[in-house]
């Protein structure tokens, strides 16, 4: 059985190794991925609900250069460009993370657009550890509360 595995993936390795590569003569080089600047900023719309304490509210937030309705625009387009090593910034919590049963208050958000060409749709809340600690994350992008 094992001779058999170690053989088939030789002769696969083989044919690999020996397939023609496919080219056109019209084919140019690839292009490259559309560099974030200032004429492409990146656009956020960020609603917050039921944080208190004047911190709801709809708020745009424009990066590269830093703009909109953000009241910390340039504070929230710097934390984003951080962002959360490994991961995309916008992931949400894994089905199968182990969360504190905490509560951290009845605030929402939705985030909204575009972050770094890609589209971005997110939700949080503060319901347990795990979506605590993702909302802070975020801060100042989403506001700081106190549970």
Not at 19 to 27: E, G, L, N, S, Y
Request: aromatic share 4%; proline share 10%.
């Amino acid at each position: 059985m094992l001779r058999r595995l170690v053989l088939t993936a030789a002769a696969s390795v083989a044919a690999l190794s020996v397939a023609p590569v496919v080219a056109h003569a019209d084919m140019g080089p690839l292009p490259l991925p559309t560099p974030v600047t200032e004429s492409t900023p990146d656009r956020l719309t960020v609603k917050v609900t039921d944080a208190g304490h004047g911190l709801d509210g709809t708020f745009e937030l424009e990066c590269h250069p830093a703009g909109g309705t953000h009241p910390q625009a340039q504070d929230a387009c710097a934390r984003l460009d951080e962002g959360i090593w490994g991961r995309d910034t916008f992931a949400p919590t894994p089905a199968d993370a182990n969360c504190t049963m905490q509560y951290g208050g009845p605030a929402t958000a939705h985030i909204t657009g575009t972050w770094h060409g890609r589209p971005v749709d997110a939700s949080y809340n503060r319901s347990n550890g795990c979506e605590i600690s993702r909302w802070n994350k975020l801060v100042p992008v989403l506001p700081e509360t106190r549970s």
